[in-house]
């Protein structure tokens, strides 16, 4: 009897210790500061996915001290619309362990890109690719108020 008691503590504690390691879906919602510290980004939940918006940029304003504007986006439409309260990233939904099937936008170059992200520790491993994770660039976001 003390060796199957034992056995089931084992099991369970295997499975505890295993969910815990999991990330819940909601454990992305907050701030993260850029990798460069250059803008805060809130990541929110919409319609059952998950999007982030600039809401800080540590330079918020251009050289004739009006807030930055889009003005590299390729759609002429956009270009005048502020860098702050932009959807930076959009889309995303969860599965196994990450966040993924969504979009990042670049302000600096205009471009959109495919992208994932995992939460690792306060951490957050924002890659943005072309084709395949593979192909792509990783940066580092921090976990802010």
Not at 13 to 25: E, K, R, S
Not at 37 to 58: P, R
Request: net charge neutral; glycine share 10%.
């Amino acid at each position: 009897m003390m060796k199957s008691a034992f056995s089931l503590f084992a099991l369970v504690t295997v499975f505890v210790l295993g969910t815990a390691m999991q990330n819940n879906p909601d454990d992305v919602l907050g701030f993260w500061m850029t990798d460069d510290g250059g803008a805060k980004i809130e990541i929110f939940k919409e319609a059952g996915k998950y999007h982030g918006k600039i809401v800080w940029l540590k330079e918020p304003l251009n050289e004739q001290g009006k807030p930055k504007l889009d003005k590299e986006n390729p759609d002429d439409a956009l270009k005048t619309r502020p860098i702050i309260g932009m959807k930076l990233v959009k889309d995303f939904v969860f599965d196994d362990g990450q966040w993924e099937d969504g979009e990042i936008y670049d302000p600096k170059e205009g471009k959109t890109y495919s992208c994932r992200m995992r939460l690792k520790k306060e951490k957050l491993e924002v890659r943005g690719y072309i084709g395949a994770p593979m192909f792509g660039k990783t940066v580092v976001w921090t976990r802010t108020e």
